[in-house]
């Protein structure tokens, strides 16, 4: 009998304990550019190119609005003199000064409130570290869902809410069709080659030709807006797969990986929702890192107190682990069809990267790359393409039965 905590921990002791945002370089990052990729009265992005990555953290202060981002140990060498910023572009101004300890300190002056994204793009040679900033306008204090899930966002809590507080939830009147969006996110990748077989067949190549495997197979569906969180061979962290997901407003979130064993005999495909350990030490997570954590699923939660916050995330993330358990038994039992199961039924656990509170979320385990047999499987491209179509086919299943409005 296999604990399936053990077998866990050899996979995922390296996912969990990976944080995009902790970098140990020895020198000091340098800020080499900052670049205006696009500027105007409602959103400015920007790219940060830095030599290292680094450790970062940002807020918000008002009177007046301003983003403060601040790099622990980075030098800054980008000119910030000639950027294409007005008084009429959401970001005015940026200035940087040094903070204690090493710290580069940026202020992005603001001309009105606004809500963040940071995102990552892949390493190049000359930049170790590329960060994309996105600011938005945030709409009013009310928001409005743009696309409602309503197995996800039920408003009846918020009618028993005190007559202070402005109801949150408010369904635009017509929703014109929209496609539903798949985020397929192949596990490791660069630095991180994840498990490998006695053949020295590496996880993170494996479970990158399955993905793009998938991923044309859901280019081909007209009703279906598809994107990885990596499209080649290099590292993103966990937090920053979340992120992707998000920023791209995934309907389903797909990770992909093979599993390993210190035997070589365990067999078997496997599928993984969020436990409800991690739901709640996620949930923990948004109340404590309340700039981080200010939308979901279209609701704003700026300004909401935190036992409406709590209830708010709560409740989304019951609906999220349901819808995340039906889309699981669609994908299991498609896989079923191809490939030995290691577990017939979706299994859950703690996964950082099945954490978001309103994206239905699951990791497949392909296969055993540990196992002789599944690793060649695994490395054959005839078999990938089956694997990809016994996903492709559950996640088909499931947006039948379980339909987002509006899609
Ligand atoms: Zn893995």
Redesign the pocket.
């Known amino acids: 009998m296999l604990d399936w905590r053990q077998k866990l921990l050899r ?1 995922l002791c390296l996912l969990v304990f990976t944080s995009p945002l902790v970098a140990l370089a020895s020198n000091n990052a340098v800020l080499k550019q900052v670049k205006v990729n696009t500027a105007t009265q409602n959103d400015t992005q920007l790219t940060l190119n830095l030599t290292e990555p680094a450790k970062y953290q940002w807020f918000f202060l008002q009177n007046p609005n301003r983003l403060v981002l601040d790099f622990q140990q980075t030098d800054n060498q980008a000119s910030l003199n000639n950027l294409p910023l007005t008084n009429n572009t959401i970001v005015t101004k940026i200035r940087a000064g040094t903070r204690a300890q090493d710290g580069l300190r940026l202020v992005l002056d603001l001309n009105q409130p606004a809500s963040i994204l940071v995102t990552s793009l892949p390493p190049t040679s000359q930049y170790a570290e590329r960060l994309i900033i996105d600011l938005s306008a945030r709409a009013n204090n009310n928001a409005v869902i743009t696309t409602p899930k309503p197995a996800t966002y039920q408003a009846t809590p918020l009618m028993a809410t005190p007559a202070s507080i402005k109801p949150v939830i408010s369904l635009p009147s017509h929703v014109p069709p929209r496609k539903l969006v798949v985020v397929i996110d192949p ?2 990748g660069g630095k991180d080659p ?2 490998s077989g006695p053949g020295g067949v590496h ?1 993170k190549d494996v479970v990158l030709a399955i993905s793009r495997d998938l991923y044309k197979l859901l280019q081909n569906q007209p009703g279906i807006t598809v994107y990885m969180t990596r499209y080649g061979d290099y590292y993103i962290g966990l937090r920053q797969r979340l992120q992707i997901a998000r920023r791209d407003k995934a309907d389903i979130f797909i990770a992909i ?2 599993d390993a064993y210190k035997d070589s005999y365990s067999t078997g495909a496997s599928v993984f929702a969020l436990s409800v350990r991690g739901a709640s030490s996620e949930a923990a997570r948004w109340l404590a890192e309340k700039e981080n954590y200010s939308e979901l699923g279209g609701v704003d939660l700026n300004g909401k107190n935190d036992t409406l916050r709590s209830v708010l995330i709560d409740l989304s993330q019951t609906a999220t682990i349901s819808s995340s358990l039906w889309l699981g038994g669609d994908v299991l039992s498609q896989i079923s069809r191809i490939s030995p199961l290691h577990k017939d039924k979706v299994e859950q656990a703690p996964f950082v990267v099945l954490k978001s509170p309103d994206i239905a979320s699951i990791l497949v385990e392909t296969g055993f790359i540990s196992n002789p047999s599944e690793e060649r499987a695994l490395s054959n491209a005839a078999y990938q393409q089956k694997m990809a179509l016994a996903i492709e086919s559950g996640i088909n299943q499931y947006f039948k039965q379980h339909p987002p409005s509006s899609a």
């Open positions: 996979c596990g490791h994840g498990a996880e990986h093979a």
